[in-house]
Nanobody
């Protein structure tokens, strides 16, 4: 059974880079068909899709975040990672990684991690 687990610092200072890793177990990340996605949910708000990477390293980033976002894979570790630069308190959110069958909407076939809280504060 495929499982995803987010990891990374829970507190990041303004202007620094937020770095999160998603470790995938129970199945290879180097597989066709799926989008390896990052999504976040700010306090009191809905889900915001950040971007995705595919098995062959094709990436897509949300237009509102693309200038600050980078998503990459480490096939040897079966992981994919998110980097978000120049963070502000508005980047405070619960961050999720997910294996999604489409990008942008939740589907029954998706597998999500539990989420990790990231707070941007000095």
């Amino acid at each position: 059974q495929v499982q995803l687990q987010e990891s990374g610092p829970g507190l990041v200072k303004p202007s620094q880079t937020l770095s999160l890793t998603c470790t995938v177990s129970g199945g290879p990340i180097a597989t066709n068909y799926y989008y390896w996605s990052w999504i976040r949910q700010p306090p009191g708000k809905g889900l915001e899709w950040i971007g995705y990477i595919t098995y062959n390293d094709r990436t897509y980033y949300s237009p509102s975040l693309k200038n600050r976002t980078s998503i990459s894979t480490d096939i040897t570790k079966n992981q994919f990672s998110l980097q978000l630069s120049s963070v502000t308190p508005e980047d405070t959110a619960l961050y999720y990684c997910a294996r999604t069958v489409v990008y942008g909407t939740k589907q029954p076939g998706d597998i999500w991690g539990r989420g990790t809280q990231v707070t941007v504060s000095s």
